[in-house]
């Protein structure tokens, strides 16, 4: 399918997988492009161009690599997708992966991202469930100046914006957890929450696989040492470190939660065995009292005087229920009842 | 709302989020100033401004950022508060965040303190439930002579006072840790304490996230590295450094003992469950005697010639009666009753 | 057994052990060469002998070495396997240790692959359960330009096609482990799911001990140091690196989802005992109604009016059945029933 | 309360807190001195001074620092007690805290060692429960060559002192472990050795905070770099760095042990409940045997062939023995009971 | 008890605790000498004496110490034993300690060996449970020619002889384990089982603290820096360093299985009980029909019609199997029976 655009006041045509392709200058958006082109408006001084794709084919990412001149394992891995998070250097040039997060009807939905960045270059690609980077291009847009910083600075915004969209995932999970507790406090899980306590554990799991190695991402980026990170850039990478470990902390701390969660519900359950074991007991015992009189008094001997007895059936109804009685009362003191 | 405070003989007018503005030279206050003055100030020789701010709006962070010319990252983070525990450095100045706890009605109440310090100026920023640093300012202008070592030691004082303030809330739990250990080794928990033990972990476990990075950060200042940081003040916040751990060390103990509180208990509960189904077994064996007695001598076969003895009905009454009390004993015997 | 195998066109008669031994020029093979040929052939510049092996005999590895020498400590270790994957340096020679996985009925079937680099040879010796590198061969003469590089290449291409079969293992245990889990959202585990859960866990924790310390080789090789792996092979090995990292993080979230999985059902459990104790206590109660009720209508008191009302019997039977219907409804109210 | 002692042969008379205080030179004692005495000997060339405090007034630990010129913070920390075991380096002089642990009534009572050790003194200050350092200052005496070495072969002498007397301790617990074990094996822990394993994770947790800071303040003194050690020194504090570090290797196996038993005999309560469950079915369905069939034969039709049978109730009587018979060892052949 | 040993053609009276005593050059035996002889043929260039102890009286290490400039604290170590595995340099001496461990019984039986190597002697004493170092001794003397390279190929050589012993150690208890797996997959475990783990566990616990800290002395001596330890010597160190991180990795192993061998166990042990439960549940409903209908036609109602039928009795009891075989069959069919 050919997604038509208008941007600017010139209507593109775009193949399919492309979502974004321009020339930046001075911080501003100079003109669409086509692929074709992107190589050669690249090697201009101080122009910049940004493509942005989403799943593309790997005809589209054969091209791509052909104008920047990048590197084969990286394209491989762009067209894989299911890499680990990771910034890799080629050249002169540096391929960053980073997964990205958001809920999709109570469960997280995960995508990944790959960047490539180089001079006069950022392509960004895009694999599964995961937010089109047009709010980034908006928002770079109507900042010309921080724009006009160059390569890095877009890079810095994408995983900024990626980083941003881990928290509303982190909150939801957070007003679920908290209304669990609410239920740990008062009863036993139900098997409803059992298995939902099971689904938050298991996708805390797969965002913190997805957390954690970017924090090594943003350390390598925050600190000198790769190629086209200018210095005044670094404090901006280690705003999204910053970001990033609070991020990694609120997993750590929710996979902890439910943790106690679960050990809390076992001693519960326990609990609530037992009282029911307890109850069970304690009915079991009044109830005996006549049973076991009835039982007796039922047999067919001759020779049993009380049978004979006026008021016998009465002293007899009376004595089980005042043992009964007794019986109860006992329980209830002793909180068996 | 505007704040009226009398301080030295001066009584000034504050902006709401002001809650204290003064001028130091050589350990001593020289006047109180408004905001508007502050950078003017700071940078007169031997002079110094600290700014104490409580929950401030945007525009009054923007005019103290414009007074010393403050980082936007570091601007951004003290407006929305949640940030990790941290010291950042921005140019010549630090900017240094903090966690601080109090108890509130048996739950740990967290404030959030953001510090900025550069050459002539220190600025508290205070969000949440935290105490008010009054104290710290009255104790640092009780001791000019500490205090004119200047910006760094407003930032000991602080950090100190930070600290110091963990261990109120570590001892309160401490103490209820202590009260249920008591609980735990006479019966199993009810309801409420296996309540009340989740809410401590959790408890525990941000004040753990609270704490521990605030080592890291110690662990900086009290190192060479860090602009305006003299070395005469590594002492200092080694000391610091030293109570922090304590207190981290505290909290990782409470962790573990709650944790052993918690499978202790859990053995407990199934010690009783055990006993009481013991119990159960023991009694349902006990009652199963004249039950089953009772019903052969209660059928109505024309043929049973012990109905017909003399003392047939007493006979098996006492029959029952020693089996029952036989049985009784040796449940008894091996403390099964 | 000796096995005779058509390479190119010459007819080759193979010493058993041996599975191919080739002398390789410009990424081309040159010729099939016995094994006393090899140490001559890699001497020759621009030349490299490739020889794999299966399972060798000592004389064979003692004549591998002769011609090649190699350390004795090497060839020990190749002849016993059994090694932790490794990377050892001797002289200008590498020793690489590895191990491979395959599902085999459903379990995972380990081997291991002992690997001698030097200038002009690589020798590579297979034990156990494990593929054929034929495909490897295959490939590398499928890239004369790649496999011109030298011996490191092939070193590359042989732990790239090791890493890769992890994968598939990886995956048929994700799949199982997804059945497995939908299993614990319906019920408590079935003694075989118990069982199955248990061979789960213990291969997985084989398959841990196969691949953590193969993170460590890669690391070694992707970093200058080692002889014989050019800087140009560094990118590849990265690359071997991050997938065998990857395939370690599957790893640890399998185990942790396996644990995960544990205690869910441990809850799940627990819930049903609760569930059946409760269902058991409910009818109990029901039941004792009449058994008691009838027990004492059935007493042999002479003195026993009720007995005789015409409608004794039917209002009796009346009450029985309405208590029984009354506490029915109760416990199906509290959900006992 | 004044402690008057006689030391040597001079009876000198003691502020209360001053345990001794005497002065050296080549390793014999010259005098007992009194403190206001102590900071001009120890200035004294080849002269050295040792004082040991026991809970000390502020004015003693006042008039001490003025002496000796200590620091403020360390002076605060000797006061206040509680410190985390540590070596602090104000200046020339050393600060070295450390925790002591001895067996009072089946618990670990904790006491607090400080140190202060700088060029001519060595201050050592007690609190809480603690072994006196008498028999450390009488080993010193007794081997004037080795005291001759200098103050820090008395903090060696005083940390090995305290090291030391960790390993009865350890000893006692270990001895009272392998009893618990006994016991493991035998049955489901009762209530009272829940409650001792509990205190026992509970003071080997204690210990360990008290030991593991330790390992770290041997391991810098055994290293260069602190201000007072002589490098000939170094091997006798590595010694007693493995012997702490021996003690924390007991620890943490005695903690894992209890972990163990703790899982053990959670194990062995469950296999008796199981036990007992069964029982108590099998019982339960040999019971109702008798229950069911005389019930039946109680029933009151008129016409019930069976009850006119001339053996109706012999065959009754023995079908009931025989199928409880049967029932029983069913039971037995498979273990029920 | 003195032994008296034919070596070589000499025979030779040695006092009690020493096992060999020989003086070796250029990798032969040269004689065997008395211990107050061994100073005096060390020093002699090409020379080196090589003693093995076994439980010394201090007497002997003394005699020993005189011989070769032995340190004090290394010699005191070597007579308590109870040390941790460490290597320990002393000047040009280095003291190795290591911990045996061999089967006995079914248990671990531990033993500590104690090296000290210097230029021209090796001393080992042995400890406690352990195999004599004969075979290492004529393994070593079979070949002269490593034999000669010194001192450090026989550290090298006791070292490997030691680690190699853990392997049989290990792969008793793997057996074992896969003896107990075979249990888990089919009931829950006997107490006998249960006591069983519980001792393996114990004993995998030591084992890991013999070898753990011995990873570290092979790492030392794999590595440059310990004096006496030729270059040429690090691939066997390295080799040794292999192994006994093997033994290390298959430790862990069997401890992470043994600890899912207990989770099984437990999830068994829920699972039977929950079974033997509903059994009980089920057996008690069918069981209550007769006791109820039994119940109430066992009632003395004056009127009560259906006593009086025909059929009645025919009809309750067909009634009453009718129902009890419906109940069993809906048992059956959801798996109660």
Same mark, same amino acid.
């Given at each position: 399918m050919t997604?038509?655009?208008?941007?600017?006041?010139v209507p593109?045509?775009?193949?399919?997988?492309?979502?974004? /392709? &321009?020339?930046? &200058?001075g911080g501003r958006r100079i003109t669409e492009i086509p692929i074709e082109q992107a190589g050669?408006? /690249?090697?201009?001084p101080d122009h910049m161009v940004w493509i942005g794709l989403h799943e593309p /084919?790997?005809?589209?990412?054969?091209q791509v690599q052909a104008e920047f001149g990048l590197h084969d394992l990286a394209i491989e891995d762009a067209l894989k997708a299911h890499q680990r998070p990771k910034v890799e250097q080629y050249g002169e040039a540096l391929f960053v992966v &980073?997964?990205?997060a958001q809920m999709l009807d109570g469960r997280i939905a995960f995508g990944e991202t790959?960047? =490539?960045?180089?001079?006069?270059?950022?392509? /960004?690609v895009r694999h599964g469930a995961s937010t089109s980077y047009t709010p980034v291009r908006e928002r770079c847009e109507a900042a010309p100046k921080a724009l006009s910083a160059g390569e890095d600075f877009i890079l810095y915004a994408i995983l900024d =914006?990626?980083?941003?969209?881990?928290?509303?995932?982190?909150?939801?999970i957070q007003a679920e957890v908290e209304e669990i507790e609410d239920g740990i406090l008062a009863v036993q899980f139900s098997q409803d929450q059992v298995t939902r306590l099971y689904q938050l554990r298991r996708d805390l799991l797969r965002l913190r696989n997805a957390v954690v190695?970017?924090?090594?991402?943003?350390?390598?980026?925050?600190?000198?040492?790769?190629p086209g990170i200018d210095a005044t850039m670094h404090p901006l990478f280690r705003d999204v470190s910053d970001h990033i470990r609070r991020v990694q902390e609120e997993i750590e701390s929710l996979r902890e939660v439910l943790a106690f969660a679960f050990e809390t519900s076992l001693m519960t359950g326990q609990a609530q065995q037992t009282e029911i074991t307890r109850k069970l007991a304690a009915w079991a015992a009044i109830l005996a009292v006549p049973t076991a009189v009835a039982g007796i008094y039922g047999m067919n001997f001759d020779a049993m005087p009380e049978l004979h007895w006026k008021y016998g059936y009465a002293v007899v109804l009376a004595a089980i229920i005042l043992v009964c009685a007794w019986l109860y009362r006992r329980f209830r003191l002793n909180h068996w009842l």
């Open positions: 997604e038509t655009l208008r941007l600017g006041s593109v045509q775009r193949p399919p997988g492309v979502v974004a /392709s &321009a020339v930046y &200058a050669e408006w /690249s090697r201009k /084919s790997l005809d589209l990412l054969r &980073a997964r990205t790959h960047l =490539f960045v180089g001079r006069g270059y950022v392509v /960004s =914006f990626i980083v941003d969209n881990y928290m509303p995932v982190i909150e939801t190695p970017l924090v090594e991402v943003c350390r390598r980026l925050e600190h000198p040492g790769l």
